[in-house]
């Protein structure tokens, strides 16, 4: 699968990418909201891991904008302290909220769940 994480920090784009890249998925990133939006708007990607507190926009606002041209873009919202801008965003479909730090296996969990999904 084709992902895009976007994510401020250095050492969650890291974690994500050693682990995404062992499983053989193929991995960008974005480094703060802005360049999320115009990375997904100019690529396709099966999946968009994306924080919520950035700089730049944050992760609600980087979903909208998304979501608005591609409302099929499957997001995985990512958060250290899960707010209501998490809640709004997997509210209004985002297919779920991450908390920080990650549990491999359920991103793994997660992972197979949606690869199962898009291929039914």
Same mark, same amino acid.
């Given at each position: ?22 499983? !053989?998925?193929? $991995?960008?990133?974005?480094? &703060? !909201? ?9 690529? &396709?990607?099966?999946? #968009?891991?994306?924080? #919520?507190?950035?700089?730049?926009? &944050? @992760? ?5 904008? #998304? ?6 873009? $499957? ?17 209004? @479909? ?12 359920? +991103? %793994? %969990? +997660?992972?197979?769940? #949606? ?6």
């Amino acid at each position: 699968m084709r992902i895009l994480i976007v994510d401020d920090s250095e050492i969650i784009r890291n974690l994500l990418d050693e682990y995404l890249s062992e499983l !053989g998925h193929q $991995i960008e990133f974005a480094v &703060n !909201g802005q360049e999320g939006v115009d990375k997904a708007l100019e690529n &396709n990607y099966d999946i #968009i891991f994306c924080d #919520i507190h950035m700089p730049r926009k &944050n @992760g609600y606002l980087v979903f909208k904008e #998304i979501r608005k041209e591609k409302n099929e873009q $499957i997001f995985i919202m990512t958060d250290s302290l899960p707010d209501s801008l998490a809640e709004q965003a997997e509210s209004e @479909g985002a297919w779920c909220v991450l908390t920080k730090p990650f549990d491999l296996d359920e +991103i %793994n %969990n +997660i992972l197979n769940t #949606i690869i199962e999904r898009i291929q039914n």
